[in-house]
């Protein structure tokens, strides 16, 4: 089992920046690909960001690209999103996520989940 825990939400201003962090304990040899999805309640989850820790490969949901990046610490199993420029349409609810396999955008194929942390961007 891999275990994900989130920290680093909160309330900012638009125009603002805030940097999530995703901790990975447990099994974490078993990690190929860890990502960031959000979600407002009433929608489906949304794909925001993922990287692929065998190959390097980095994606990016459209509305953040140019805007946040995601990064990862080796060492510590952390993976991190930086978030710049937020509009308050980014406002959510950001989950980190793990799988066990290749880079992917779904959120379906993702074995592993953190417990959440909300993001809000007043206008």
């Known amino acids: 089992q891999v275990q994900l825990a989130e920290s680093g939400g909160g309330l900012v201003q638009a125009g603002g920046s805030l940097r999530l962090s995703c901790a990975a304990s447990g099994r974490t040899f078993s990690i190929y690909t860890m990502g960031w999805f959000r979600q407002v309640p009433g929608k489906e989850r949304e794909f925001v960001a993922a990287?692929?820790?065998?190959?390097?490969?980095?994606g990016y949901a459209d509305s953040v690209k140019g805007r946040f990046t995601i990064s990862r610490d080796n060492v510590r199993n952390t993976v991190y999103l930086q978030m710049d420029s937020l509009k308050p349409e980014d406002t959510a609810v950001y989950y980190c996520?793990?799988?066990?396999?290749?880079?992917?955008?779904?959120?379906?194929?993702?074995?592993?989940w953190g417990q959440g942390t909300q993001v809000t961007v007043s206008s």
């Open positions: 996520a793990a799988r066990s396999g290749p880079y992917s955008s779904s959120h379906s194929v993702y074995n592993y």
């Open positions: 990287n692929a820790w065998s190959t390097g490969y980095t």
